[in-house]
């Protein structure tokens, strides 16, 4: 062998090398005997064994740990893609997972190719390995944030978006096959004083308690879902106003025979609101009598079933609806300087919202000063959930205006929005109590709870306060 033929021969040894080393997957040579000839830096990198240690050794599954990607088993010796090569002199290819570096498990994908002369000789085989778990990691992310986007991370049920999306399909299930759905909202019967008296760990147990009774009551064509705070929703699909009033009827029995250990054997009650889907109804309308239903068993003294009435507002304007939904006395107007004024924008209809406010008005015994047009004037008395020596006394001012936007038609064309501007102020305190202006702030975020309005995602713009709100 002259020099010029020996040169080329190291220059190919060199040129392998750094092949084998620049590859992004792992590569294993196997000789005739199944020894290993070569074991890349990538394949030490994936599972930590060095190429000294390897070099000459026989190959067997056992060096690998190969396991069933699926069920994670170990696959045994003989049933491994070596030996599935050895049998069928083909290539086989696969999903396992193999050990790590320092004991992890990594999924991959796995190629084994034999290598075979001119003379049809065998002269052993080529593994290449491909490391899948960064893709599998990010399908995985991508299913958690699917499920982040649908479920309410504290029961794990439903979310109001998932409960949205329902309620458009139970329309169109409705126009396309005349099916049949109603719809429960339940509500926690003086939940604030179970997150006063205990604290909120606990008041996060009962709801997680409570949703697993409902859950027992709901079938799988139905959906159930955490609309916003202590207020839950079940859409029957199926069922008419007296089947899923029945329905609410045995839950709301059930919640008055189970003890709740995390509240000391004390029982929780709810109150109900059911209403069928009309011919006619949109899912705003079909929630709105709901919602009405359920406001109407909080008036009635909690702890009951209320059907929906034949609507009543159809057809007349938001601001009569406001009107006769939150009744008052006019009085003078507010006076003093704005704490906090703010304004939020939301999908959520006013109808809805002027329901909302109503029951706000009943949970909070705030009292009413002035409805007028789109807006109310109301003073609350407020505590500091932590120190219940703090409280404060706030003249709160809120009022809603409906905008269109966008040009077109579809899901992408015009939008209605709901503007809804909070005002809060510091009142005049009685004699006897103390003035926390700062509890303003937290006050706030009830209102916004209430509502299901992100001071964050919904917020439009901090207004800069005035001594008299106006009308837009």
Request: proline share 3%; charged share 30%; net charge negative.
């Amino acid at each position: 062998m002259d020099l010029q033929q020996t040169t080329h021969q190291d220059e190919a040894v060199v040129f392998r090398q750094i092949l084998l080393n620049t590859m992004t997957d792992g590569a294993i040579f196997l000789d005739r005997n199944l020894q290993v000839t070569a074991w890349n830096r990538r394949i030490e990198t994936m599972t930590g064994l060095a190429t000294k240690n390897l070099l000459k050794q026989r190959y067997s599954a056992k060096m690998l740990g190969f396991k069933n990607a699926t069920t994670g088993q170990r696959v045994a010796e003989g049933r491994d893609p070596i030996a599935q090569l050895l049998k069928t002199g083909d290539t086989v290819k696969g999903e396992y997972r193999i050990i790590g570096r320092n004991g992890t498990e990594l999924s991959i994908q796995l190629t084994a190719t034999p290598v075979i002369d001119a003379e049809r000789q065998f002269l052993g085989c080529i593994l290449l390995i491909h490391d899948d778990s960064m893709q599998l990691d990010l399908k995985r992310q991508l299913k958690d944030l699917h499920a982040f986007s649908i479920l309410d991370p504290l029961t794990q049920l439903a979310n109001r978006a998932a409960f949205e999306r329902a309620m458009e399909m139970a329309v169109v299930s409705r126009d396309r096959d005349n099916e049949k759905f109603s719809l429960i909202i339940c509500d926690i019967d003086f939940f604030k004083q179970i997150n006063d008296n205990y604290n909120h760990h606990v008041g996060d147990q009962a709801l997680v308690a409570f949703s697993n009774i409902l859950q027992s009551f709901v079938d799988e064509q139905d959906v159930l879902a955490r609309f916003g705070g202590e207020e839950f929703v079940i859409l029957c699909r199926g069922s008419d106003l007296a089947t899923a009033a029945q329905r609410a009827e045995e839950i709301r029995k059930k919640l008055n025979q189970t003890p709740l250990e995390m509240l000391d054997g004390k029982f929780i009650t709810a109150s109900f609101g059911v209403a069928e889907l009309r011919p006619d109804d949109s899912p705003t309308d079909l929630f709105i009598r709901a919602d009405t239903a359920l406001i109407q068993a909080k008036e009635d003294g909690r702890n009951r079933v209320v059907t929906s009435a034949p609507p009543q507002s159809i057809g007349r304007s938001d601001h009569e609806s406001v009107r006769e939904a939150i009744r008052g006395v006019a009085r003078p107007s507010l006076e003093g300087e704005a704490i906090i004024s703010d304004q939020f924008k939301t999908r959520t209809p006013i109808p809805v919202l002027v329901e909302k406010l109503r029951s706000f008005i009943v949970e909070m015994d705030a009292d009413l000063k002035k409805v007028e047009a789109n807006q109310a004037e109301m003073t609350i008395e407020f505590e500091d959930r932590t120190d219940y020596s703090r409280k404060g006394r706030f003249e709160v001012w809120i009022d809603f205006v409906e905008d269109v936007e966008g040009e077109g038609t579809g899901e992408h064309g015009r939008r209605t929005y709901t503007y809804m501007r909070v005002t809060i102020r510091l009142a005049k305190r009685k004699w006897f109590s103390t003035n926390v202006p700062e509890l303003a702030t937290d006050l706030l975020n009830e209102i916004c709870s209430y509502f299901m309005i992100s001071r964050e995602c919904d917020i439009v713009k901090a207004i800069e306060p005035a001594t008299e709100p106006k009308a837009r």
